[in-house]
Every structure is written in structure tokens, then in C-alpha cells.
């Protein structure tokens, strides 16, 4: 792609937070510390989650940079930076989580595979650019389009990088072609986050963002969108981030028979402590943040000091001054929510949250009921042990 470099190496990677914690350097992934996520509704640039599969790209001329809208479409045709910025901006605030948030966990249970994330592989940030429902528009895909007169019914987006998993080749990953023209699912060709541009490791000059969906179909470092027939055929799709049983495992696994995993499950997680902690006081403030994929608001998160035997509600909040009311006017039905319960604790505890949507599914009570090969969504009752006494950690 003209103006955009897909290095071989990882002589050229950008700087990060010295406060990051890294899961692996070549590719970089690494999260932020549990206490700093919960610090703002808005996740900053520098400690939002980096997951990457190959060496970071760059752009060396913007005004060359193209991304080509091809396949099975009439008027297929290449698109500029100016070309996506004439189009109407919005701001979506949208919460991403990595599908392999929590793998260490469940790691406990019994090996899996992947990168070791703990519970901060999930970040929010307001994301800037134009509707994908807008740009397909402009090839005459009209909004609320199931198939292309030529029998387009997925969107495949890929990117420029280099993936060991793809034997070299770039990332990608596809969504249907109904939630790609669905203004209401609020699919995004990004250029900004939290009304910056873009960086390098978040996709600069721009990405795919797909609100309620894990993380790996928010492709970026754009290089070409494919109306196809199929879904993708790519590594990611067709042989990762699947959801198997318990009973699979790498000698009987068969890729062909799960769907590719879109929507995120409910999930919460504590962050005001760690998964072993000390206390100076009996009373404590129990934070940290709840999510739903595909839109779903929070209806309610439980807190328990005593392993899950008896329960009390949090409070449940997004921003400040603002009453939280899933899926109401004021509530950003797409990012994370955050909560907060006071209690006191006794010589030691084991603090649970376990959080409720509102269509009702609830977080299963052991990652052992949803053990998995690969160790994704592992959204289980998060637990930490805590006692009174200082903390030698």
C-alpha cells in the first residue's frame, strides 16, 4: 500500500508507558497495572491495552495512503484520508477487550495457549471517524444491506502487518455485511482516539472499530476492505479465537466446526486489588469494571466478602455527575461500566464480583465450566484473597 511500510523487524517499534506491564516484547502485548484502569472512565492512549501479532507498521507518506473497497461490488474503488474525513465524523465511545482477557486464570484450571493476559486487556476510549455504513454507501451498498446484487454478504478488512500465523501474510478478519451497513451497530474506519490521532500502536493512520465485538475483528493499520461472499478465511477466524468445549483439546480439536467468537460474553473484573492482598483497615472500597458485548447495558453487579455465600449490589456508574441506566439516554450502551461497594472485611476474606446484563446472563461461577484450549473468555466470578495486616508484596 502507497505511503504505509509493513517492517520485517523490530528495529522500529514506538515507546511505551514505562508502567506497562509486558506479556511479550517481539510481538509487544502488554497491559496496565489493574489499579491504573479503573482510574478513568477514558482510557488513556499510553495505558490502553497493545496487543499486536508482528512488528508495528508506519506511515511515511499520509498523502499517498490509500485503502481499496474491492470485491463483490459494482463500483469498487481506492479511498484517501480526505475522502474518509469529507464524510460526517462521529464519536463512538466504545470499550474493546482482548478475547484472551483473564487467560491467566483460567490458566489455573489447566494450560492453555496464548498470551498470559491478567484482567487489564480490555481498555475505553472515544474513537473518532466516519460510519462504515457511510463509506460502503459511497460504492452503492445502500444502509441495511444482508447481500450485493453480486452476492457480497461479509466485509473483510485487512491489514498491512506481517503475522507469523499467517505465514508472513497480513492480518484479518471480517464482520457481516448487515452490521457493517447498520448505522444503529455503529462500525467505525477510525482516525482518531480520544480526540487524538490515531498512534502507532492503536492503529495509525486507521482502524476498524467494531463496538460489542472482541477485540480481534477491530483490524488495523487499514490496508484493503473486501466485500466477499464468505466469511474471512484468515488464520484469525478460522483457526483462533474460537469457543470449544472442555472436552476438546489439540488432538481431537476441529477448527471447521465453531463459528468465529463476535460477540464478547458479560464480564467483570476487581481492580482495587490485587488477586493476593493486605489491608491496613477492615473497611474497603471494592472496585473495578463490568461489560457486555453486542450492546448489552449492566443491570447489576454483586460483591460478596465471603467466597459467594452472601451478596450485596454495587454502585454502578460511567460518567461523573451522570446516573448509570443501561441503555439509557445518557449511558454509552457500548462502553464498560464501573463499580463500587463498600464492606468490611474480616481477618481475611476472598472477595468476589460477578456481574448481571440485561438480557439477563449472568458470569458462570468457575472457569472450569468454560474451560477452553485457547483460554479465551474466561469470564468467570472474579476472586481475590485479601487480609487485614501490611502488605509485604
Known amino acids: 500500500m502507497p505511503g504505509l511500510i509493513a517492517p520485517s523487524d523490530y ?21 496496565p497495572p489493574r489499579r491504573a484502569l479503573v482510574s478513568s ?21 499520509i498523502e499517498r495512503y490509500r485503502v481499496s473497497v474491492t470485491g ?31 487467560r491467566t486464570a483460567m490458566s489455573k484450571t489447566k494450560k492453555v495457549r496464548g498470551v498470559g493476559w491478567d484482567v487489564s486487556a480490555i481498555g475505553n476510549a472515544i474513537w473518532g471517524g466516519a460510519k462504515l455504513c ?18 457480497g454478504k461479509h466485509v473483510e478488512f485487512v491489514s498491512i502487518d506481517k503475522c507469523k500465523e499467517e505465514k508472513g501474510g497480513p492480518y484479518k478478519a471480517s464482520i457481516p455485511l448487515i452490521q457493517a451497513t ?3 451497530a455503529d462500525v467505525l474506519l477510525a482516525y482518531e482516539m480520544n480526540g487524538e490521532p490515531l498512534n502507532r500502536d492503536h492503529g495509525y493512520p486507521l ?42 483439546d489439540w488432538d481431537n480439536i476441529n477448527w471447521s466446526s465453531r463459528r468465529p467468537q463476535m460477540d464478547f460474553p458479560i464480564q467483570c473484573a476487581i481492580c482495587s486489588f490485587n488477586d493476593i492482598d493486605a489491608v491496613k483497615q477492615r473497611k474497603v472500597t471494592i472496585s473495578g469494571y463490568a461489560a457486555s458485548g453486542g450492546g448489552r447495558g449492566i443491570e ?10 452472601t451478596w450485596i449490589e454495587a454502585q454502578r456508574y460511567q460518567k461523573s455527575g451522570l446516573t448509570y441506566v443501561a441503555d439509557g439516554a445518557n449511558s454509552d450502551k457500548w462502553a464498560w461500566v464501573f463499580f463500587e461497594a463498600e464492606a468490611e472485611i474480616p481477618g481475611t476474606a476472598e472477595i468476589v464480583a460477578k456481574a448481571v446484563d440485561i438480557a439477563g446472563n449472568v458470569q458462570p461461577q468457575t472457569a472450569e465450566e468454560i474451560w477452553n484450549l485457547r483460554g479465551i473468555l474466561n469470564t468467570s466470578w472474579h476472586r481475590v484473597q485479601v487480609r487485614l495486616g501490611h502488605s509485604n508484596l
Open 134 to 151: 457511510d463509506v460502503l454507501e459511497l460504492l452503492g451498498i445502500p444502509k441495511l444491506t444482508t447481500s450485493t446484487p453480486l452476492g
Open 41 to 61: 472512565y477514558v482510557t488513556s492512549v499510553d495505558l490502553f491495552y497493545k496487543r499486536n501479532h508482528g512488528p508495528i507498521p508506519i506511515v511515511d507518506d
Open 207 to 248: 482502524r476498524v472499530i467494531v463496538p460489542g465485538v472482541i477485540g480481534a475483528r477491530s483490524v488495523k493499520w487499514l490496508d484493503a476492505i473486501n466485500i466477499i461472499a464468505e466469511e474471512c478465511q484468515g488464520f484469525f477466524m478460522q483457526k483462533d479465537y474460537k469457543m470449544f468445549p472442555p472436552t476438546v
Open 72 to 102: 463483490l461490488v459494482a463500483n469498487a474503488r481506492e479511498l484517501s484520508m480526505a475522502d474518509i474525513r469529507k464524510l460526517r465524523k462521529y464519536n463512538v465511545t466504545a470499550t474493546l477487550q482482548c478475547a484472551g482477557n483473564r
Open 11 to 31: 528495529s522500529r517499534e514506538p515507546p511505551r508507558h514505562p508502567c506497562l506491564q509486558v506479556n511479550s516484547k517481539e510481538p509487544f502485548n502488554a497491559e
Open 182 to 184: 447498520n448505522p444503529e
Open 300 to 309: 447489576r453487579v454483586d460483591i460478596s466478602i465471603d467466597g459467594g455465600k
